[in-house]
Each structure stands twice: as C-alpha cells, then as structure tokens.
C-alpha cells in the first residue's frame, strides 16, 4: 500500500568484534564511532563513571518546554527528544531527532488513539522506525493502529510469536502494509541517523524463551549522553547483558518492567549507574508496580526518579552534552490569565485564552463537560501570551491555535453545558457555562 | 486430557458492561465483560466458572505467529 522508501537501514554487528575490542584498549568510548556496520562499543568495568556531563537535571519553565510545532521543535537542550508518552499501565516512547522519529511500543489496546494524537502534536507525519519491544498487549496494543495511521520505514519485532489475537493483528497489519520487518538480535544498530547510535542490547541470537526476557533493549547514545530502554527486561536478561560484557552505562534508563522488583537487580543498575531514571507506569494498577524495592535500589544508586503516574508525560531532551528533564505535571501552573473564553455548543468548540504575560505548558491538562462524562487531556502543547487555542470535538491535525479530539460523536449538550478546564493535577483553572 | 479448573464465583456487581467477580474462596477478585457472561445473568449470581487449557488451540496459534514471523524475515 504506503510506498515507503527502503534506505532505512538494521544494519548488523558482529558480534565476534566485541571480542576483538575487549582486548584493546581505548576502544571504549561509542560516541566515536563511525556509521554503519560497525562491532558492539566495547566493555567498561561496570564502576566506570559515565562521560562528564552537566546535569541541570529540573523541570523546565513552561515557555522552554517544546510545543506542538510542525517541525517537531527541538527542546531546550536541543536535537534529540524522548518522550516518555502518559498511557497509564504501558509504554510508548517517541524519540525525535532533527526531522527522523522512532516509536518504541504504544501502551495497551485503546491507547492508539492517545499516542496518535500526542504524535501528531508533536508534528510527526512519519515513523521511520518503530519498534515492539514484546508481544504483551501494555507495548503492543496500540501499535496496530498507529502504524495504520503513519508510514512507516521499518518495523522492528522481538519476534517471539505471541498467540494473542493482539499480536496476530499487529503482524497483518506489517504484512499487508508492506513495511520493511527486522527480528531484533543483539548487535544490530537501527541507523536513524549517523549521529546517533543506537545499538541493540537484547534480545540475544538464542532468545531466553520468556516474553519479557526477551525483550528488545536499546540503547541510544547522542555524543556524551545515552539513554537505555529495557522494556519489561528482567533479572535474567539483565545478567545475560552483563554476561555478555555489553556496555550497558547510561545517562537515562527507561526501567524495566514498569518498576517491577523482578527487574532492575542491583549489579544491573550499578553497572547502567542512571542520572535519571524514568519508570512508566499507571497509577493503581493490579501489580503494584513500581515496587518499593526497585525504588530503594534506584535512590540508593543516587538516581532521580521520574514516573508517568506522578509526573504524566516526561520528555528527555539532549545536545548530546547537558540532559534536561520537563514533565507535564512539574510544570508550574502559572494561573493568572488563562481562561475559556468561549464554548459553542453547535459548532462543538470550546477556545482558551492566554491573557497573561507568559506561556502555559497545557501538557496533561484536561477539558471536561458537565459530570465529566467526557474528558479531553492535551498532548504536549504550550500556550504563547496572548495567544487563543481552539478545542474541536472532531478529527483534524493539531496545529498551534486548533487542536482535535478525534470524536465521532458530539461532546457537548446543545440544551445546555459546562466546560471545565484543569490543570496536569486536576485542578480547576476555569469553567464555562453555556 | 488436560486438566481443568472449577470454581465458583458471585458476581458482585455491574458497572459499565463489566461484571466484578469475586471467587466464593480465597482474596481474588477479577472482572469480565458483560458480553462474556451467559445471556440473563445478573449480580448476585453464583456462576460456576471451568477453565481448560486448549493446547491445540494454543499451538496452531503459535504457528501461525511463528510462520508470519519467518515470512517476514524473509521478506525483511
């Protein structure tokens, strides 16, 4: 269907390189590396200190937090951005480098619509890969939907054959789709960019045999910085990496498994030594997740702890040298000045109106009609001084003063109804009734 | 043949198309959809719940997977 150009490239290691690398020195360093087939970045003792560098690691203000432009943006520490996409019980992560995107995961089945729309704020019109760190439906259950919705250069798969219908659908949709497939294997590198690396660190050529085991852990090194993605990874698969003298140090880590204690063992995070770590997870769910052991052994390695079911979306955003971390509900809530100023029952929009002297950051907060039987929550989206945004119950593309539901059915009543605006905490900033 | 499970379950209420279903032992507690329940059952009901495993099932699915998945690595 969708003729997407095939330059994108897997482009496979050697994994016997390693070995050669081990042995010489001053063969440590990744960032170095030149483009395309190149062996696995060597191993470092696991004490090894990650690359100096300046860690102003606090929420941004409003203003310097990107906003839904076309282009993408670039963040307030510029070019690469990681977006640790709010779907609750799930993943979704969207990294964003110069104008090239990659997608790893899309939350539970339900969620398509939410990252789809979070994406199309962000300016995204394609994916140039996208890749399924496992079949289980927290990861994977939206992604049939979102590739549907974008083209997509390639699709990278754990490749354990899962035997939900869940999963089924998802490779249909690859197949008929025609979209370029890769099994993920240790020691291939998905080329985004020549700038930036990003080396597959699980699963290994004879998988484990269990799905999370078995998930794909990437990770992804811009200059100085670099950020793990472990999936749902366990124990096991984290004492494989370590086995197998992979260089696991990083900057950021994406914690395994939601936080789960049956992940992230101690030896694992000593040797990753995170700045930051960002858990995914959705508040009050069955599993307890994260575990109070996870998080005691990532405060006691001195990391800082983001998670989406306090912070909502978190977005990671580097030059490659000074890493900085804004969150959607950290934000500031800057009131004064922002208001609904119109509700139109008919035409099925409700506008808000930034009166005051500085941007909100509007990432996480929420529209809802009277008895809140229908809540609408904002992607990331920032409101410039004096600048008026327009909320449509239907489909459109979001854009820098209209933003889009994606409703097929009205929201509001034309008897009569009331529009609540809150801020990422549930506070009400503002009501309208018409 | 294989094994199975029995047991029994109140269904302790209905919200939104989903039953809340609560084990007459043990500290369990799990949901279904309406639509998964027999036709006319309602909360208060005793409902006795049997699990097999269906291995066949379970394989062909498997297959089926693991064939898509080696067609695509073919086709890259």
């Keep these: 269907m969708s003729s997407t150009p095939a330059r994108y490239l897997v482009c496979i290691a050697l994994c016997v390189c390693t070995l050669a690398c081990l042995i010489t020195a001053g063969c440590s360093a990744p960032g170095g590396e030149e483009p395309g087939i190149t062996p696995l970045p060597a191993t470092e003792p696991p004490a090894t200190p990650g690359p100096a560098i300046t860690l102003p690691v606090t929420a941004t203000a409003p203003a310097s937090e990107p906003t839904a432009a076309p282009t993408g943006g670039s963040g307030p520490a510029g070019d690469l951005l990681i977006h640790f996409i709010d779907v609750g019980q799930g993943d979704a992560i969207l990294l964003q480098f110069h104008n090239r995107t990659m997608l790893v995961d899309a939350g539970e089945r339900g969620m398509e619509e939410r990252v789809i729309r979070y994406l199309n704020g ?10 399924a760190t496992h079949a289980h439906s927290d990861h994977i259950g939206g992604l049939a939907g979102v590739i549907t919705a974008f083209p997509v250069g390639r699709f990278v798969d754990a490749a354990q054959p899962q035997t939900t219908a869940t999963y089924e659908n998802l490779l249909a949709v690859v197949e008929e789709q025609g979209i370029p497939y890769t099994a993920a294997v240790r020691g291939q590198k998905i080329a985004l960019d020549p700038e930036l690396e990003i080396l597959i660190l699980n699963p290994r050529d004879d998988p484990i045999g269990d799905m999370n085991e078995d998930s794909v852990v990437l990770k992804v090194t811009l200059g100085e910085v670099s950020c793990l993605l472990a999936g749902d990874a366990g124990a096991a698969a984290e004492e494989d990496m370590l086995d197998a003298g992979l ?67 978190i977005l990671v955003s580097t030059d490659g040298r000074v890493i900085e971390v804004a969150t959607a509900a950290t934000t500031p809530p800057a009131l004064s000045g922002l208001q609904i100023t119109a509700l139109d029952l008919v035409g099925e929009a ?85 | 043949m294989d094994e199975e499970s029995v047991f029994w379950a109140s269904i302790d209420r209905v919200d939104e198309g989903v039953a809340v279903l609560i084990p007459r032992e043990g500290s369990a507690r799990f949901t279904l959809p309406c639509s998964l329940l027999p036709a006319g059952a309602r909360e208060g009901d005793i409902l006795e719940v049997s699990i097999r495993r269906d291995a066949e099932a379970t394989e062909e699915a498997r297959r089926r997977a693991a064939e898509r998945i080696e067609r695509l690595k073919r086709r890259g």
């Design chain 1, 350 to 434: 409700v506008t808000i109106t930034n009166a005051g002297d500085t941007a909100v950051n509007l990432t996480g907060w929420t529209i809802a009609d009277e008895g809140a039987s229908s809540t609408y929550t904002f992607p990331v989206f920032s409101l410039p001084p004096g600048a008026e945004v327009s909320l449509h119950t239907g489909e459109g593309s979001d854009n820098a003063t209209a933003l889009y539901w994606g409703r097929k059915t009205a929201v509001w009543n034309n008897d009569g109804d009331t529009a609540t605006l809150a801020d990422a905490n549930g506070t009400v900033v503002s009501t309208l009734e018409r």
């Design chain 1, 122 to 131: 962000q300016g995204v019109d394609r994916l140039d890969a996208v890749v």
């Design chain 1, 247 to 313: 260089d696991l140090d990083a900057d950021v880590l994406k914690v395994g498994h939601h936080g789960s204690l049956y992940a992230s063992s101690p030896e694992f995070l000593t040797a990753v030594s995170p700045t930051i770590s960002v858990i995914m997870v959705g508040a009050g769910n069955d599993y307890g997740h994260p575990h109070q052991e996870t998080l005691d052994r990532l405060e006691a390695i001195g990391s800082r702890i983001y998670r989406t079911d306090i912070d909502g979306t």
